[in-house]
């Protein structure tokens, strides 16, 4: 797995960087970019969780949240700067479907081939739940409802205003879990995958500080050159902005999260493949939305937190649906397959959008 | 019991169609049509069940799954042939609303006035929750959110498409409880509802693939005639189309089935009372609605996946309560009152619509 | 804390009555009202909760049923009389919202900061979440999506009947609470919350029904006048009706309920805390609502059960919240602060608005 990664790393930095000098066909750009994204998102992964292991929990736990986003906050911040603000929020939306749908999906589906039923912990599953509600269904669908009877400059006072709450909570839930109510909840149920063992890191922790400087510093170049494909490429395949920030971006920016998800569901570390679909998801909602709000206040276009219609339907939907299938702590692959399904009926949807 | 509707059938089935044959009044004749096809459904119900049994589990989960609903399947159809396109879509609501209060109330409240609590398995209630939510909430609303920014064809594609991915899913759930997990669950709660007895057959395989036969042709040949009496009733009672598609065909496909749910609640077996009033729900959501999209495929005019705002409200409502109520799998006759009152409100509502 | 009700009723009371009839400037009567009414409904709290332990439990719960909103109930009856429609409306909702956010809320909170996890009794929790869905998410949503379809009169009809309906299922969870099913569910979980001390009376029968009825009568005087500040108010500060109800009125009518939530919450009795926060707003949903709509009958303008799309929202969505929260029968102070966030977030869109 990692020698894949390391391959699309080594081939594909080089090539993107002589294709963007030599103005390759966007097309061609687009896939090469996407790529070499993948395989460079892999080692930032890797070297945060070294990093993670090296610094102990509670800071690792930080250094976790903040850099797993990092490759799609980077690529986002990018698209705002280009005013592509429809991909943007395309791409936010498409990365909390991609991981509650298509990585949660994958996981109970191929970890359920294997295992007639896998078992995580109920509280976590739980406390994820009041999560997601609070901030997909709370904070997203509020400001698109009071938008529509506000003026502009009201909407933007109160996406603001959410997006420094959603991140004040968003830290108090890390508080919450990595000092307050560390282990709180353990031992409570069987959950034999919480077991930590005393993990060995890959990557010294100054290695690890180099790796990710190095692979955030060639994420940051070659998104800047994926970003200005994004409209030929929409127009060459009749593809909307919003089917490229949905499926394609958000399939990029989270392909390394996704790879590992199914690994730790085929290993029976239920717990952790959950983890990582709606913990995602949580960054997602909970950090990275509310930055780019923050961050697009110094930008030409503001982006105020009002999704279209569809998106925001389409992630209350899918809110729903996880939080049904996952609140008894106990997967199998049907579960899977009806998150596919889901993923499936929105991938069309917003196909023919 | 038997005896009842054994009179309903010997009696209407010769008036009936003594009565197509010299134009009675449609009044008459609608609530004559009513009346023989509650008749003949108890029939159909039991030739099901008595070749379930015969040809074991498997096969004979399918059976019930696919015959339960064909009566609704067979009135719905010929609707639809008749380009009565709102009291097919009326009555699938109407199906899904009935069965989930009325006949989901009844069974709770009527249980419940003998019973202090009666127990079902929680793990059926979440998996039939996770069903409704992925057929009712997601499937049905998706569609309706994204056709108002869709071309006509596109929301022919979508619905299509859905219907496609829900039958498979609806196999897929059949496969999962009668072969990969049957009895995996089991045993997990105390469901004394679940002993399973050596059934006897009423009739033998043969005599009952006849009785099914003979009362299928006879259903699809009256309901031929009930459908044209709708206009003609609607427009002297002033009743809406919706109204008679919603309450009274709803009533008339599933009357066998209310019958049997009650009786299940009354004797404590509250595990199947509830199988029959969500899995019939789950069966019209699941497969009879997309199969009916899929066929009009072949009609003038094409069924799409997209209900009227009330509609889908009332469903997405009836689901959103009924979870709320099961998921502890637990009931008391109070819990009934809700789901009886909920049923009268919306009947009120479509009344007057 | 008695005491401090006690110094602003003493204040409060002459000066209010001095006030009105000096014509002091609406805004200092307004402060003034406000705070004569929140030392008045605390003697109203303390009479009742004496006469329901004199009189035993059934009687009891229905008087603390009835009489725990009288202040609400109070003002809403003279505001519509009065004609503002919308203030009643947003006194609902905020009352609601109120209850369920900033109440349960600061409940979890303050009584989190003390102990590591608080515990109350998963079935209270689960009877409750099926009332809301049934009381705001059906009978709230139900009447708006359909009176866009309806002719007033129609809505108006829908309106009385949902009122109707309404009450007579409070009556029957009354009826099912105390006396059907009356410690049925208990001692299931190890709610140590409701170990039945004997309780003391405060004060005798007699004593309590002249407290009860003197300070009623105080509130219905001086909410006479508050009502009439509503709108020179609005206007100085640059509020809406619409905050004012939400926010002001609801807070004003909720103050005793609010402090001894707290207080309970903060002697680690959670079950009473949790059931203060969600049975007020049953209460409200469920009673003082649909007594509104049918006392309304017999004043110059009828109110529908209606409300405006952000209310109904704030409201759902809350619900929600609330409910994801609280199935597992288990709190802590994070849970609070994501209520507390909630409220926040909707305050600031209301003020907004």
Chains 1, 2, 3 share one sequence.
Not at 55 to 65: C, K, Q, R, V
Not at 233 to 257: M, Q, R, Y
Request: charged share 10%; proline share 3%.
């Amino acid at each position: 797995m990692n020698r894949f990664f390391f391959f699309l790393t080594i081939i594909g930095v080089p090539l993107s960087l002589i294709g963007s000098f030599m103005h390759w066909s966007p097309i061609l750009m687009f896939v090469l970019n996407c790529i070499t994204i993948i395989g460079l998102a892999s080692y930032m992964g890797r070297a945060t969780e070294s990093l993670a292991i090296v610094t102990g929990p509670s800071i690792g736990g930080l250094l976790n949240a903040t850099f797993g986003n990092a490759v799609e906050l980077i690529i986002a911040i990018l698209s705002l700067k280009a005013g592509l603000l429809n991909v943007v929020m395309a791409s936010i939306t498409g990365s909390i479907l991609g991981n509650l749908l298509l990585v949660g999906g994958l996981s109970f589906f191929v970890g359920g081939l294997k295992y007639k039923r896998q078992r995580f912990s109920v509280f976590e599953a739980r406390h994820n739940a009041g999560l997601l509600i609070f901030s997909i269904v709370v904070s997203f669908v509020f400001p698109d409802v009071f938008s529509t009877r506000l003026e502009d400059n009201a909407t933007h006072i109160l996406s603001i205003a959410i997006s420094i709450i959603m991140i004040l909570i968003y830290l108090f839930a890390l508080f919450f879990r990595l000092v307050t109510h560390r282990g709180v909840y353990k031992g409570q149920d069987d959950d034999h995958n919480h077991v930590e063992e005393d993990e060995v890191p890959e990557w010294s922790g100054v290695r690890a500080i180099i790796v990710l400087a190095v692979s955030t510093l060639f994420v940051a170049l070659i998104s800047e050159n994926l970003v200005h494909t994004f409209e030929p490429v929409a127009k060459s395949f009749g593809w909307s902005e919003l089917f490229i920030g949905i499926i394609i971006v958000a399939i990029v920016g989270n392909a390394a999260e996704h790879a590992s998800a199914i690994l730790m569901a085929y290993k029976n570390k239920m717990g952790i493949a959950v983890e990582i679909a709606i913990g995602s998801s949580l960054q997602v909602a909970m950090f990275v939305a509310p930055v780019l709000v923050l961050v697009s206040v110094f930008f030409p276009t503001f982006m105020p937190l009002t999704f279209t219609i569809p998106e925001l339907v389409a992630m209350v939907l899918s809110v729903v649906l996880i939080i049904s299938l996952t609140t008894d702590g106990d997967t199998n692959w049907f579960e899977g397959a009806v998150l596919l399904a889901t993923y499936i009926i929105m991938g069309i949807g917003f196909y023919l959008l």
